[in-house]
């Protein structure tokens, strides 16, 4: 058992009574120092806080890119998840570097009615660079902002990589590498980045009065439309439906990291709600983005909740996936609105969500349109759902909430559509039948995800394959 001895005793007193003075002295300055100064340190502590909580829950929404790989990746059978893995980490970073060229100065510089400033790059200001080169006259600039520069490029830059993600799951086992990726470019340099000066840069549908609080039209649904258009353009996988109109079951190759993937984005989720109360420098905003946090979470709840509770009824089994995708659809939906502070209808508004994201896996495939992981009825069909529900106490005006849903989506479906065409005609949007067949892990990088195993082609699949190769 440690001891401590008398000497360290007295060492231990006597720093702690100094410390003590220290801290009365302290205090004794600032209660007499006049009120110019009291208020210049509560806007620099405003200042600091705030700009934390961009790095902080900027990190956090990054980290929802692993959820992403985890769910796609599990989710696609095993022969593709070396591609899936590439993919998300290459869109990562795709979108970064098109955000900082050209996407944040078109979303936020300048914004007129539809779109900002065509310029490269994005830095910070004069005073922040000429306050770290030691000019402190340049403080009172500086805090002025309310928050740095790049802190918040930073937290703006997640979103957009948000977006991104939902195409990749989407299209996944079929779409060629590059032309995902170029794709990807377009979509994070020019037609997210219009979306958003529209809405959040202060354009044409914000003065207008539409809301949406954290992203989910302007981020879930625009990538929701921009995937609906890449698989009616790409078509289904080969043999997902068979001739006589049944669908073929492609259930997840790796439920736990489905699972897992899942898990990831609810907590990332506290970071793109939470975060987009946008400040962190008095008690008023604590305690809204105490309540955004738990509306969060509570919506998230009740999505898995309706849905596991009715998959059976609408598809015939407990789906697992079909909850999982619940759990995404109240989050999605309670986006648009988490700050209400009646924490019921946040249960109302999640569960309808789940409930919304079974029946559109059930349409999807009524319509023959193939989504790998179910991201247009979660992202899409539920984002809409959110948007228009700010409108029961979030205080929406339900005609502008839909122009605003009408005018995005048409926008980016027009627009993604349009690209897809381009890109297959300039690059090629889809594999070979051969080598989806066989799969775009060793077709395409020469690598399988899963080694140990030896992967054989699907035994429906293959003999539809050479039945429709001999004709």
Not at 96 to 112: E, P, R
Not at 117 to 137: H, I, P, V
Not at 391 to 397: E, F, L, P, R, Y
Request: one cysteine or more.
């Amino acid at each position: 058992m440690k001891t401590v001895s008398d000497s360290q005793n007295v060492r231990f007193f006597s720093l702690h009574h100094q410390l003590s003075i220290k801290l009365m002295i302290t205090a004794l300055v600032v209660f007499l120092a006049p009120t110019h100064v009291h208020a210049a340190a509560e806007a620099e502590a405003g200042y600091i806080f705030n700009s934390f909580s961009f790095l902080l829950w900027g990190a956090l929404v990054m980290w929802m890119c692993a959820g992403f790989t985890m769910l796609e990746a599990g989710s696609v059978r095993t022969k593709n998840a070396s591609v899936i893995c590439l993919k998300n980490i290459g869109l990562y970073s795709i979108a970064g570097l098109a955000y900082f060229t050209f996407g944040y100065n078109l979303m936020y510089i300048d914004v007129g009615d539809m779109i900002g400033t065509f310029k490269f790059f994005y830095s910070s200001t004069d005073a922040e660079l000429a306050l770290l080169a030691g000019d402190s006259g340049q403080l009172e600039a500086v805090v002025e902002d309310g928050y740095t520069t790049m802190s918040d490029w930073f937290f703006q830059m997640v979103f957009v990589a948000t977006t991104a993600s939902i195409i990749s799951g989407t299209l996944a086992e079929r779409v060629k590498l590059w032309t995902f990726f170029a794709f990807t470019f377009v979509l994070t340099a020019f037609l997210y980045p219009t979306v958003g000066a529209w809405t959040w840069g202060g354009g044409w549908l914000d003065q207008l009065g539409f809301q949406d609080f954290a992203g989910s039209t302007i981020v879930h649904s625009t990538g929701g439309w921009a995937a609906l258009a890449g698989a009616m353009v790409v078509g289904a996988r080969w043999g997902k439906f068979r001739k006589d109109g049944t669908v073929k079951n492609t259930p997840p190759s790796n439920v736990p990291a489905v699972t897992l993937g899942v898990f990831i984005l609810w907590l990332g989720w506290f970071g793109f709600n939470g975060g987009s109360q946008l400040a962190m420098s008095s008690a008023a905003d604590v305690v809204a983005m105490s309540i955004v946090l738990v509306n969060t979470n509570l919506a998230a709840a009740a999505g898995v909740i309706v849905a596991v509770s009715v998959s059976r009824q609408i598809l015939g089994r407990v789906d697992l996936l079909a909850v999982l995708n619940g759990a995404i659809a109240g989050l999605v939906s309670i986006t648009a609105g988490p700050d209400i502070t009646n924490h019921v209808w946040a249960i109302v508004i999640g569960g309808v969500g789940g409930l919304i994201s079974t029946v559109g896996i059930m349409l999807l495939e009524r319509f023959k349109i193939d989504d790998v992981v179910g991201a247009i009825p979660a992202h899409l069909f539920a984002g809409v759902w959110g948007t228009i529900a700010v409108c029961i106490v979030a205080g929406g005006t339900l005609w502008v909430q839909l122009v605003g849903i009408l005018a995005i989506g048409a926008f980016t479906f027009i627009g993604s559509w349009i690209l897809w065409k381009v890109l297959d005609k300039i690059m090629g949007f889809r594999v070979s039948e051969t080598v989806e067949l066989l799969g775009q892990d060793v077709a395409e990088l020469g690598i399988e995800a899963y080694p140990e195993f030896m992967l054989m082609p699907d035994h429906e699949e293959y003999e539809e394959f050479l039945s429709d190769d001999t004709k």
